[in-house]
């Protein structure tokens, strides 16, 4: 399984990204995916995530009401749109995906959010 993220980069406070985490491989039977986030000197952090064929989603209570995470099964891609972006949004985001008892990672993707 390979995971690649895009869609990040640099931001105003109050603008909106939407990143894309692409999976290839042997994905049948995932059962959740997830995006993290890793600020500089804090730890990696659950930001939301979407269970198997996206019925239920969850999300960390700093980002409710601002980030949507969904999931487009038939081209195996998940999405996280953020929106109301806060400097302290500012971390590399990484997505998840848990096939059985394994669990893969992207290589990340940068977001910046200037104030």
């Known amino acids: 399984v390979q995971l690649v993220e895009s869609g990040g980069g640099l931001v105003q406070a109050g603008g909106s990204l939407r990143l894309s985490c692409a999976a290839s491989?042997?994905?049948?039977?995932?059962?959740?995916m997830a995006w993290y986030r890793q600020a500089p000197g804090k730890q990696r952090e659950l930001v939301a995530a979407i269970i198997k064929g996206g019925g239920s989603t969850n999300y960390a209570d700093s980002v409710k009401g601002r980030f949507t995470i969904s999931r487009d099964n038939a081209k195996n891609t998940m999405y996280l749109t953020m929106d109301s972006l806060k400097p302290e949004d500012t971390a590399v985001y990484y997505c998840?995906?848990?096939?059985?008892?394994?669990?893969?990672w992207g290589q990340g993707t940068q977001v910046t959010v200037s104030s």
């Open positions: 998840l995906l848990v096939l059985g008892s394994e669990g893969y």
């Open positions: 491989g042997s994905t049948f039977g995932t059962n959740a």
